[in-house]
């Protein structure tokens, strides 16, 4: 497998016109990580994914995968799988002919491409699958030739843009088992997991990103995201909280109406009078 690249995003904004669709990101994904970005729709965590995949020119900042720059390389120069929602499999193809197609585009030897073939479909658990046609499996064994497919040419990074969405709820849990197994196996691969579905960011992500409306809102652990979220939009969207405003009494206690309530290890003391958000 490739060395493990990180990934960074560094200021990185993408504009339509006057409209700006991602707003001076500033991430960074660890080596060997999987972080997932999680928002609902419009919120331009697909369009951070498409920035680092090539797809789309960031109207400032920068991309990087590991130490390169790679703001202006194409997608085929920068070393990285995808895996998309629709898994793009080439009808007329066989499994393992799909799987062989990345390998053929970057003109790995013929002699080499049988055993990477191979070597992907084994992890993936379609070895028996190699002579059938798309048309022949479900979507769970589509979903798995598609990351097969990113796996074989041995990318440094995994792009993952709501691979499971197209999925019925007992396939997408079986997927997520899968992907997190795969993660494991694959401990130097760093996965960029796009998702609105919160349980798929919490089941298989080390830590999550939370966009809305082209701005990245918080970040952190599935545990810190539930425990000290840093906004009102992430305790709301991550999780069923319910917000209360509350007004601090300066002595410790939030005076929600003609109540005092006194919150537990409160990560912060407030003066009286200053308005809160309680997130119970």
């Known amino acids: 497998m490739a060395l ?7 200021r990185v904004t993408v504009a339509y016109g006057s409209t ?7 991430l960074t994904v660890a080596p060997g990580e999987v972080m997932a970005l999680l ?5 331009g965590k697909t369009t951070a994914l498409r920035a680092v995949a090539g797809f789309v020119t960031p109207a400032g900042g920068r991309v990087l995968i590991g130490d390169r720059d790679v703001t202006d390389l194409p997608p085929y120069k920068r070393g990285i799988g995808m895996v998309v929602q629709q898994y793009a499999l080439f009808p007329h193809l066989r499994v393992d002919q799909n799987v062989a197609f990345g390998l053929k ?14 070597e992907a479909l084994e992890m993936t658990g379609m070895t028996a699958y190699a002579r059938r046609y798309p048309r022949e499996l479900s979507g769970g064994q589509q979903q798995r030739v598609a990351i097969a497919r990113a796996l074989a040419i041995r ?5 993952l843009d709501e691979p499971l969405s197209a999925l019925d709820a007992r396939l997408r849990s079986g997927m997520l088992a899968e992907l997190a197994r795969l993660h494991r196996e694959l401990p130097d691969v760093s996965m960029l997991y796009v998702t609105h579905d919160q349980i798929e960011a919490l089941t298989l992500a080390d830590r999550i990103a939370v966009l809305d409306r082209a701005r990245l809102q918080d970040c952190g652990t599935p545990h810190d995201l539930y425990r000290t979220p840093r906004t009102a939009f ?7 909280a319910n917000l209360l405003p509350v007004t601090a009494d300066g002595d410790g206690g939030l005076r929600l109406g003609e109540a005092v309530l ?3 290890d409160a990560p912060v003391e407030l003066a009286a009078g200053v308005e809160a958000t309680l997130c119970v």
């Open 4 to 10: 493990a690249s990180g990934i960074r995003f560094d």
């Open 39 to 43: 928002g609902p729709s419009g919120s």
């Open 262 to 264: 006194r919150v537990a």
């Open 105 to 118: 585009a970057q003109r790995v030897p013929r002699a080499e491409v049988g055993g990477r073939v191979g």
């Open 155 to 159: 990318p440094g990074v995994l792009l």
């Open 20 to 26: 700006t669709v991602l707003d001076a990101l500033d």
């Open 234 to 240: 992430t305790a709301a969207f991550v999780g069923n």
